[in-house]
C-alpha cells in the first residue's frame, strides 16, 4: 500500500508571545507522546466527520496526521485568541504550554525517525514554514524551529519559489505528488507557505495471493450494486464485534519487523477496517458513535480469530479545499483579519487565505502505499460469537493506525466502487 499527501496553508501579506516566553525545556517531564496524540484522535474523527458531512455521498481520503501537523506549525507561531482558537481545535491539554508541546512534537519526529531504519515500511512526513526573505521573523522561531524554517524571495521570485516548494513535496511523497501548487498560487504579496508533506509504504504482514483475487459483488446500496476485484486470505487476525460502534472491527498488520517471530498482535502499525451492517443508513450510524473513545476501547478489545477476509482493491485520489472543512472545525480566525501571529513575527500581521489538501491511496494484494455514555445499540446484521467472514462488500470505514503513537496516520470511507480512480 502507498499512501501520500501534502497539505498547505498559504499566507498573503495583509496590511496590518508566549511561545517566545516558555522557558526552552518547559514541561519535558510531561508524557509528551500521550498528551500531544490523545488530542490528535479527537482532532481525526472530527475532521473526518467535517469531511463525510462536506461529501455525504462521496468516497473520502485524507491524513488527519499531515493536517494536524500542519496546524501545529500554525499554533506555535499563534498569539493571543488565534492561539486558544488553535488549542482548543487541536484539542491540546489546557495544562500544555506551548514549549512543552514543541517538546512532544519534536520527541515523536525523533522517534518516528529512529524507528524507520528498523522497519521495512516507510512511513515519513515533514513539515515546512516557507517565510519570505523580508519577513522580520522573531528569536524563537529561527532557534527552536529551526529544521523548518525556509526563507524564499517570494517577491522577486514567486515562480522560482512556488517550484521550490513544488519539489520539495515530491521529494518526501517520492514523486507521486509533483504539482501540488499550481501557477498563481505564489505571487509577490505570499509572505508565509505552511505545508506538510507525507508518504506511507507498507506491505501487508500476511499478504493476499493474487491467484485469489476474482470479480465480486459490492453493495452501495440495497438497490446499487458493481463488481469489483476482490481479494481474499484466510488467517488469525485482531477483531473486534463492537456493540458501541454497530460494526465489525479488523486489524491488517503491516510488516514492521524483519523478524521471523512477528505476531499480528505484535505489528505497530495497521489498517483498521470498520465494517457496518449492509443496511442503508448503517455506515451513517457507525460514523455516528465513532470518537476517539469508542475507537480506543474497540482497538483494546480485540482479540485473536482465524477469519477469512475479503477486502477490494482499489487506488483513487482525493483533492480538499480545506478553508470551509476548517471553519466547520472551529479554526476561524486564522482566515480572517485581526488574526495574531505574534511568535512569528512582529513586523507583520498575517492571515491564511487558502488551505489545500491532497492525498492519494493504493490498495493491492502486496499492501497498501498511499488515518459520558456509551449507548450500547444492537444492529441488525447477524452477530456470532466468533465470526468466520469479514466481507468487506458494502460501504466501510478505513484507518491506517500507528499502535505506538497512538496517531491516525490516513484515514477514509470506501463507499462506491464506481467513483474511484
Known sequence: ????????????????????????????????????YRGQQEFSVSMLDAIRKATPNDNVFFSPYSTYHALLLAYFGASHDTESELKSVLRLDDKLSKEAVRSAYRFEKLDRESRAPKMPLIFSSAD?????????????????????????????????????INAWIANVTHNEIRDMLASGDIDSNTQLVLANAAYFKGQWQSR????????????????????????????????????????????????????????PEDAEISMVIILPSVSNDSIERVLSRLNADTLSASLREASMREIEVSLPKFEFEQRLELVPILRQMGVNKIFDSGASFNDFT???EIVFSDAKHLAKIKVDEEGSTAAAATVLVSFRSARPVEPTKFECNHPFVFLIFDKKSNAVLFTGIYRDPKTMK
Request: hydrophobic share 40%.
Open 208 to 263: 493476499f495471493k493474487a491467484d485469489n483475487t476474482q470479480q465480486m459483488p459490492f453493495y452501495t446500496s440495497s438497490e446499487k450494486v458493481s463488481f469489483v476485484p476482490m481479494m481474499k486470505q484466510k488467517g488469525n487476525f485482531l477483531l473486534n464485534t463492537d456493540e458501541r460502534l454497530g460494526a465489525h472491527v479488523l486489524q491488517l498488520p503491516y510488516r514492521t519487523s524483519n523478524a521471523e517471530t512477528e505476531y
Open 1 to 36: 500500500m502507498k499512501a501520500y499527501l501534502a497539505v498547505l496553508l498559504l499566507l498573503p501579506a495583509l496590511i496590518s508571545a508566549k511561545f517566545c516566553e516558555d522557558a526552552p525545556n518547559s514541561g519535558m517531564a510531561l508524557d509528551k507522546q500521550n498528551n500531544l
Open 346 to 348: 512582529l513586523n507583520q
Open 128 to 164: 515546512r514554514l516557507y517565510f519570505d526573505k523580508n519577513v522580520a521573523l522573531a528569536s524563537c522561531v529561527e532557534t527552536r524551529l529551526h529544521e523548518e524554517v525556509v526563507q524564499l524571495n517570494f517577491g522577486e521570485k514567486a515562480e522560482e519559489s512556488r517550484q521550490q
